[in-house]
């Protein structure tokens, strides 16, 4: 057994941290944030030099042919760091997508593109009123004599719609979930762009007749499944950077900020809180493992499993998230409550990324539905 | 988690699995499986089996019946045999004093003492705790007075877990009251049969005897029962403790208590279907079953740490710990409210005869084990000492 990270990602890990460390610390954060778009393109530039945004991309399309492993090391980098590019949006959620459901010629016509830093994916994937449910989208599509399809409907939340250049759509036609792309510039597409409490930019969309390409490769279903499965373990290994961050800076200011002649971080009733969130913390570190294992276990059968190993680690790395944004916050006191201090900022990241595609109830209902992890059983019972 | 699991890793899990489940009686493994209480053959039965195979002190040096095991095949061993319902070799002999006896004591100790521990011809109590000694347990005050050849002590031990057994007594015993507390305390063998020793029984909240007090009147003992070096207890106590908190977590024993509640959960009828089908009961269920998940991915995580070859003093070691126990307890509650009204009797027997219907499955345990699984967020170092601990490497402070 071997869970410790190989030599190539404990690399990647030290190589991105250090890079981080020195060109995106908070000042930089602050004035990227701060600007019109709310991302930095120069940035994301650099991401693609240093090979970050076609990691999980094969050769043949202009990517470094590597797995989810890597991509989650520098999701957990970034998360660190509090990136405000669209890592996620782009290079885990679109590129799955259209990597399991697209054509070759389509895979052509993206994914290059995407490692090279020129092309920004969104999924879009959720509409108004609907909450988390994606699989039975309002939004139709219409089949066009030419095998082209043209889309109706309206999508909300779609994380890196902002700046996306190629949307992923999902809609229904006759009934049958579909999943499409689109061309930002499409002619009856509107775009909304929105800000998020977390400062990453989404948009929202009405889409009026708009032209698009149905991605058909494979059973719809599956793939958004495994698309969003990908993304919950891509958010789980960033709240790990999150989280680690934030109970980084919480200790240094227990240890630091002084009251009544005497280190804050001295008083028992906060030392074991503290310990506490260490805890939570082990806990998420764990978890975000397990669901990484999850999706990319090359295990006969283990596909199967997929799903619910990954809403399980959710559950857990989703109270672990809270409990340390909300107590990184009271411990910190009136200071956690600014804007000019960093620790609300990595507070509103994990309140935000955790709920991206689910909350933590309606997953331990799902959970439960699915029968648990665990087969009843007693030796007293036949 | 057999996925994790090298091909030889996983083969050695099947042979575990399969001797546990065909050399240990089914009798035996049936009454851990429904929460019977193990009577003393019960326990010497299965250790005597385990040693037989060379299974029972795998920790231990090959020398003296250990096996030249990685981390991960330790945890496979004491994984599958709770899985299995084996009854654990005494933690006592095997991973208190046998450590302790084989890496400090002398040749003439080790020769005297190792094998019957193993095979455990002696039942050996622990001595550390004192009525003021707890959490703080270098404040103890139990003396050993040299007199020539022989330490006469004086004082009393409590918590001594199945010390009506007892056949010897391993104590930290103080034998220098002018220094540092822990510079002043030593690692003595004392035979229980010695005149001035007294075992008293004391009830549990549990209705069980399974604790018991242990005077020391005068009682000699001859200095070749002394462990290492005098004054040098303090060390091979901590070396002990540091034993005792590997395995601590029960993740085998959780996962089998969490599989019953949910299969008498799945029998027990509500209004609206089964208890297991209860939106706010499988809710919680469910919590414990992801979180008990996160336990044991920590536990490889720690191992695999360990097999990379680290041997630093490791703060999740203590997050094991707290939340191992925590869990044990919550599964513990889950099954009392499995039962509801019927599991609030203390009884012997589900079986009620004279023409009234038998009470439901876990009846007779579940309470019980409710209340004596309060004891575990309080031994081998209570959860507010873990949270000290871990605070302090946090801190620093």
């Avoid at chain 1, 020129?118 to 219409?142: I, K, N």
């Avoid at chain 1, 279903?221 to 934030?246: C, K, P, R, T, Y």
Wanted: net charge negative; hydrophobic share 40%.
């Amino acid at each position: 057994m071997d869970l410790e990270l190989n030599d190539i990602q404990q690399e990647l890990a030290s190589t991105l941290n250090k890079y981080l460390r020195s060109e995106y610390d908070a000042a930089k954060r602050e004035e990227i944030l701060r600007s019109d778009e709310g991302i930095s393109r120069e940035k994301w530039q650099e991401f693609a030099e240093m090979g970050l945004l076609g990691l999980a991309i094969p050769e043949s399309y202009g990517g470094a042919d590597m797995t989810f492993n890597e991509v989650a090391v520098v999701a957990e980098a970034f998360g660190r760091s509090l990136v405000l590019e669209p890592f996620l949006a782009t290079a885990v959620l679109g590129t799955n997508a259209v990597l399991l459901a697209g054509s070759e010629e389509q895979k052509q016509a993206i994914l290059p593109g995407v490692a090279e830093g020129q092309t920004f994916l969104a999924l879009a994937a959720f509409e108004p009123g609907q909450r988390y449910e994606v699989t039975t989208p309002a939004t139709q599509a219409t089949a066009g004599a030419d095998g082209a399809f043209t889309l109706t409907g309206e999508k909300t939340n779609v994380l890196g719609g902002d700046v996306a250049d190629h949307f992923i759509v999902t809609a229904s036609q006759n009934g049958e979930l579909g999943l499409y792309l689109v061309a930002a510039d499409a002619e009856g597409l509107t775009r909304v762009a929105q800000r998020q409490a977390d400062g990453l930019g989404s948009a929202n969309l009405k889409l009026d007749n708009v032209a698009a390409q149905r991605l058909d490769a494979a059973d719809a279903h599956s793939v958004l499944s495994e698309v969003i499965d990908l993304g919950n373990a891509a958010i789980m290994a960033e709240a790990v950077g999150v989280a680690e961050a934030s109970l980084t800076m919480t200790a240094e200011y227990l240890k630091t900020r002084e009251q009544f002649g005497a280190p804050i971080g001295a008083n028992q009733a906060l030392q074991h809180r503290a310990a506490d969130l260490y805890a939570e913390l082990e806990y998420a570190r764990s978890m975000a493992l397990y669901s990484r294992l999850a999706v990319t276990s090359e295990v006969a059968g283990a596909e199967k499993d997929r799903h619910r190993d990954v809403i399980a680690a959710k559950i857990v790395l989703d109270r672990a998230a809270r409990n340390i944004s909300q107590e990184s916050i009271q411990m910190h006191g009136g200071i956690g409550m600014t804007m000019e201090y960093p620790i609300g900022h990595y507070a509103k990241r994990l309140t935000v990324m955790t709920r991206t595609f689910d909350d933590a109830d309606s997953l331990t209902a799902e959970l439960a539905a699915l029968g648990g992890l665990i087969e009843p059983q007693a030796a007293d019972l036949s | 988690m057999d996925t994790l699991l090298s091909a030889e890793e996983r083969d050695f899990a099947q042979q575990m699995r399969q001797f546990y489940r065909t050399e240990i009686p089914e009798e035996l493994r049936f009454k851990v499986a429904t929460g019977q209480e193990l009577t003393k053959d019960d326990m010497v039965t299965s250790q005597q089996i385990l040693n037989k195979h060379g299974y029972a002190v795998p920790n231990w040096p090959v020398e003296w019946g250990g096996q030249d095991w990685t981390p991960v095949q330790r945890h496979i061993w004491l994984e599958e045999m709770q899985l299995a319902c084996v009854p654990q070799p005494l933690p006592f002999n095997v991973s208190m004093v046998g450590p302790v006896i084989a890496t400090f004591g002398s040749q003439e100790l080790k020769e005297r003492f190792l094998p019957a521990t193993a095979n455990i011809d002696i039942w050996w109590s622990q001595g550390f705790s004192e009525p003021n000694a707890g959490s703080d347990l270098a404040s103890l005050k139990t003396s050993a007075v040299r007199d020539g050849d022989k330490y006469i002590v004086n004082g009393q031990k409590t918590w001594t877990t199945l010390g009506q057994y007892g056949d010897w007594m391993f104590n930290l015993v103080r034998t220098d009251p002018n220094v540092k507390k822990q510079a002043g305390i030593s690692f003595l063998l004392i035979d229980m049969k010695s005149p001035g020793v007294t075992v008293r029984p004391i009830q549990l909240i549990d209705g069980g005897h399974e604790v018991n007090e242990v005077f020391f009147d005068n009682v000699e003992v001859p200095v070749e029962n002394l462990v290492g070096e005098e004054n040098k207890g303090w060390t091979y106590a901590k070396f002990l403790l540091g034993n005792e908190r590997t395995g601590i977590a029960r993740i085998g024993g959780s996962k089998v208590n969490l599989a019953r509640a949910k299969a008498y959960a799945a029998v027990t009828k509500t209004a609206n279907g089964t208890l297991l089908n209860d939106p706010l009961f499988s809710a919680r269920l469910t919590k414990i079953e992801a979180e008990l998940t996160a336990l044991e991915m920590t536990q490889l995580r720690i191992l695999s740490t360990q097999a990379a070859g680290s041997d630093k003093p490791d703060p999740r070691s203590s997050v094991l710990k707290l939340k191992g126990s925590q869990l044990q307890e919550d599964i513990s509650e889950l099954l009392v409210d499995v039962l509801g009204p019927q599991g609030l009797d203390f009884v012997s027997d589900r079986v009620q005869g004279q023409g009234l219907s038998d009470l439901p499955h876990g009846a007779v345990d579940a309470l019980p084990a409710y209340f004596n699984t309060r004891k575990v967020t309080i031994y081998g170092g209570s959860s507010e000492v873990q949270r000290g601990i871990i605070s302090k490497a946090l801190l620093g402070l």
